[in-house]
């Protein structure tokens, strides 16, 4: 099994360094599509997956969810978060494991999420509704109220883009059940892209964003896995170049050993198309230049 980098005290130890060493922005990835971002005082947690909840669950399966790395971290050890995000239903971004034992270390914090699955939200990680953000994307022309595509919290901004896994669906309310997010603060703009493939616009609507790090996932898509898929390394790489990321960050690897691939496709490609990247390890900070 792939031990961290940095794990338990070690991880602790370093996420207290950096806060202190310096406004940041200092990332580290946590496994699958999870990162904890610090920057000027503030930290955001992106999907968050800090438990065994989906091995337990499917050990007496045929779709067994073999752990390859180990935990980096318990989640009630993370504190200090402003916000936490969750792309979508499926428990390895919305874990309700990961989700009370947070909450109880950071009960002043916010969750950003799809207006389709705040009930779920809500249920999983025992926050109030008043400290859930439920975000949307209506479709053109639908007339569509109720969620808000974009808000802010301590200084944080934030926006819904459309996430496809692997289509764009929507609930019988017409709520998107996929998102990504856009994150400003601190001068700095990154973008999750929870899971996702690509689709028509998707380009049009991020590029020009300033987007410094575009975190990615490259597990791909086989029908033999029988889960939805996502982006291709190599499709990664060059989403990053068309939208004119500072950075890519691939993610959504080396978790669970039936849904995997190698980050080697997607550094090849970055390569070819000259996109700046950084491969991170589970654990591993990764402090960023300046701009």
Known sequence: ?????LQDDAFDTDVASARHSGPGPHVWWLGQSGYLVHLAGRSVLFDPYLSDSLTRKYA????????????VVAPERLTGISLVTSSHLHTDHLDAETLGPLVASNPDIRMVCPESQRDLSRTRSGLPDAQILGLDVPEPGAGQAGAAQSGEWDGIQFAAVPAAHESLQRDSGGHLLYLGFLVRWGGWTFYHSGDTVLYPGMEDRLKGQGIDVAFLPINGRAPERRVSGNLWGREAARLGRSIGARYVVPGHYELFEFNTATPDEFESECHTVGQEYRVLRAGER???PGH
């Not at 007496?60 to 935990?71: F, G, I, S």
Request: no cysteine; aromatic share 4%.
């Open 1 to 5: 099994m792939i031990r961290p980098v």
């Open 60 to 71: 007496a399966t045929d779709k067994p969810h073999v752990r390859m790395t180990e935990l």
């Open 286 to 288: 990764w402090t960023l």
